[in-house]
């Protein structure tokens, strides 16, 4: 039997607010424990909510950027359990009335697109923390978490492999930083997924039993605990077990996931609307407000790319990994034409990606800025030097040795173009080589190849790698 996997993922993304949803007390990071929670977050007795603005502009911010419906109002539910780490003994969160509804995500897997849809998208608080390894015996609780701001992301059952998971993770990862609306460091849990899988056989329509493996905090624990997941049930029902709804974990170091509980069902939160907190209003200036602040979006820019310079909708989605990097590539290409637009789109995630990769840098820290990039790819354009010659150009120019036409000309780089002096060249090699000559014209075209050779060797690397084979070619038809 053939099966169907189907996939629903539950996103936590850390809104990037100074201080938390509901009191003042801030959100940094790698405080000591206990430090950054004030009286609401730890839950003494007669304190008030108070919304933080900042959360709700970035919950609709994204909204809009997932061409989402913005709820007026949204109301905040009490998710009552208990935990040691929930002082409250309850979750503030959203359950009917979210404040996001709808909208979708769009991803490229392979070369084809495919669209994600959003079920919801939630503002709430998140809980404490239990350290369970610091202590023999005892478990310490860190509370500076708690009332952080997050927002809770919902998909359709839409996805249909562990690619597509992870294809959609890293685009919606590279949405809420491109909108500043979440800082995305999965390290520090500022963006985690819960991964809801099932499948079924092929071909049907109903739903399999689901069990949603939680926080998963990089892209490839994402892909192995579905990988492992979809095997593990699929075994199961094989063996002629049955799947039951459940919460599970997932293990990196033996790369299983494994049982945490079985699954609860809303009603056994008893949510209910929260007292503290009114319906959260919000008018369609505020809303139009937020729209106009937008950044221009990562798909219309890619649009812009591949319109205004020729690139292909891959060569795009590289470009638009992050606002720096389009923006980065929108400053080399300005004013070119599709051959400099493609040639520093090539640049860009080829030589310059791997220099920034292998040192740890960001774009923003580049060695090399986009106009001195631009500077570079003009000489490769105008035939001054070639791709190769390019290369150590680049490499000088990352060195610090300066831009492209004073190490250009420092180095003797200058690529001969002169058909005139090219053709001097070809003469004398096509002479010395006779043997070659008459195996070409035998028909191995390997013999072309060693003939180019010869003439850049004998240009010492300098001649137009074009021209050389033009006029080759055209002397030996002759
Ligand atoms: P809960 O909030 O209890 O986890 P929801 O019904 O809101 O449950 O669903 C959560 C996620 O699980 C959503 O992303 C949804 O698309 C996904 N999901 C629901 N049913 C299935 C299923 N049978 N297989 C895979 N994913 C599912
Ligand atoms: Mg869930």
Request: one cysteine or more.
């Amino acid at each position: 039997m053939k099966w169907e996997v189907v996939i629903g993922l539950e996103t936590h993304a850390q809104l990037s607010t100074v201080s938390k949803i509901f009191s003042g007390a801030p959100t940094a990071f790698g405080a000591a424990p206990n430090t950054q929670a004030c009286g609401v977050d730890i839950a003494l007795p007669g304190v008030l909510p108070v919304l933080n603005t900042g959360a709700v502009e970035r919950a609709i911010r994204f909204g809009l950027a997932v061409g989402a419906k913005i709820n007026s109002p949204s109301i905040f539910a009490r998710k009552n359990y208990f935990y040691p780490d929930l002082p409250k003994g309850y979750q503030i969160s959203q359950f009917e009335k979210p404040i996001v509804e709808g909208g979708s995500v769009t991803i490229q897997v392979g070369d084809a697109e495919k669209t994600v849809r959003l079920t919801r998208a939630h503002l709430e608080e998140d809980a404490g923390k239990s350290l369970h390894e610091d202590f023999r015996g005892q478990t310490g609780i860190d509370l500076n978490r708690a009332g952080t701001p997050l927002l809770e992301i919902v998909t359709e059952p839409d996805m249909r492999s562990a690619d597509e998971a992870v294809a959609y993770a890293k685009a919606l990862h590279a949405l809420v930083r491109w909108i500043d609306v979440c800082d995305g460091n999965m390290q520090e849990g500022s963006f985690r997924c819960d991964a809801n899988v099932s499948v079924r056989p092929a071909g049907t329509q109903e739903l399999g039993t689901r069990r949603e493996i939680k926080n998963l905090n990089s892209f490839r624990f994402l892909q192995q605990a579905i990988e492992y997941e979809v095997r593990w049930q699929i075994c199961e029902i094989e063996d002629g077990r049955t799947i039951q709804q459940a919460t599970v974990l997932f293990d990196p170091e033996t790369g299983e996931t494994r049982m945490m509980r079985t699954k609860e069902d809303a009603h056994d939160y008893r949510y209910f609307p929260d007292p503290d907190l009114l319906p959260l209003e919000v008018t369609a200036e505020r809303i139009a407000a937020v729209r106009d602040a937008m950044p221009v979006l990562p798909e219309v820019r890619r649009e812009q790319f591949c319109a205004q310079f020729g690139l292909t909708p891959y060569d795009a989605s590289l470009l638009t990994a992050s606002r720096e990097l389009a923006d980065y590539f929108s400053t080399a290409a300005e004013g070119g034409d599709e051959k400099t637009g493609k040639l520093c789109a090539n640049w860009i995630s080829g030589a310059l990606s791997a220099r920034l990769n292998e040192e740890a840098l960001d774009i923003g820290q580049s060695r090399v800025t986009a106009r001195e990039l631009r500077g570079l790819v003009d000489r490769i354009a105008d035939g001054t030097i070639s791709g190769k010659m390019a290369r150590d150009v680049f490499d000088a120019m990352w060195a610090g040795e300066g831009d492209a036409d004073a190490i250009i000309a420092a180095k003797g780089l200058k690529q001969i173009s002169d058909g005139g002096e090219i053709e001097k060249i070809v003469d004398q090699v096509l002479a010395a080589n006779a043997r070659q000559v008459a195996d070409f014209k035998a028909g191995k075209e390997k013999a072309f190849n060693s003939l180019v050779g010869q003439v850049m060797k004998a240009s010492r690397g300098k001649a137009n790698p074009q021209q050389v084979n033009d006029i080759l070619r055209s002397k030996l038809a002759g």
